[in-house]
């Protein structure tokens, strides 16, 4: 069975500081999705990540993918209040498994 | 833009209740997907759809069934509602070539007292 597990679950962190969420999954797959959720809204598509060794940038957030590893990564760059949310990873098995998602707070 | 909408932001059933989640999109996606999310658990998927009247079971069908009638439409049903319901109910959809990209709509929120 697919597990996806992301850590840490709850993420404090101070603006300017740098930190990594991990997305780690249990069987074979070539296709993972980080996506981003603001309290009370829904789901925004963020990364999609397509093939090993696939790494895409989008302002302070860089996502990566290692298949053989079963690993994804979420780095984040001088964080900034503005990425306070919960992200979540998941991973394409024929329908879609999402991890438990991380809760980010950037603090001033 | 794609748009998904869902019939409600929050409703509040009472237990043994019949209760209709549904969910438009307006893109004429041919794939759609109802979830539910619980705090500490990430989305967990209840039943999908790939085409008018056709539906398949995700994780968790148990207690729920599906309608899919019309391309742009999915119901998501609670036949007998019950307390370990309550959650967040979030439908996406995605077309057919881009089954994976999926566009979500603002979820229900549904208390089962």
């Known amino acids: 069975e697919l597990k996806v597990e992301q850590n840490p679950l709850f993420l404090s962190m101070q603006e300017g500081k740098n930190y990594t969420i991990y997305c780690n999954y249990s069987t074979t797959s070539d296709r993972l999705y980080w996506y981003r959720q603001d309290p009370g809204k829904s789901l925004e598509s963020l990364f999609v990540?397509?093939?090993?060794?696939a790494v895409k940038q989008e302002g302070r957030l860089m996502a990566s993918l290692d298949t053989k590893a079963r690993l994804s990564t979420l780095h984040i760059t001088a964080a900034v209040h503005d990425l306070s949310a919960t992200y979540f990873c998941?991973?394409?098995?024929?329908?879609?498994?999402f991890g438990a998602g991380t809760r980010l707070t950037v603090k001033p | 833009d794609v748009k998904v909408t869902q019939s409600s932001r929050y409703l509040v059933k009472r237990t043994g209740e019949k209760v209709f989640l549904e969910c438009v999109q307006d893109?004429?996606?041919?794939?759609m997907f109802w979830y539910r999310q619980d705090p500490g658990l990430g989305l967990r998927l209840i039943y999908f759809s790939y085409d008018v009247k056709m539906k398949e079971k995700g994780d968790i069908p148990e207690g729920y069934s599906v309608s899919r009638e019309k391309k742009e439409r999915f119901s998501l049903i609670l036949e007998s509602a019950s307390t370990n319901q309550t959650s967040m109910y979030l439908c996406?959809?995605?077309?057919?070539?881009?089954?994976?990209?999926?566009?979500f709509g603002p979820g229900t929120r549904l208390t089962v007292t």
């Open positions: 996406a959809s995605s077309s057919s070539g881009r089954v994976y990209e999926q566009y």
């Open positions: 893109m004429d996606h041919e794939n």
């Open positions: 998941a991973v394409d098995m024929v329908d879609m498994r």
């Open positions: 990540l397509l093939s090993n060794g």
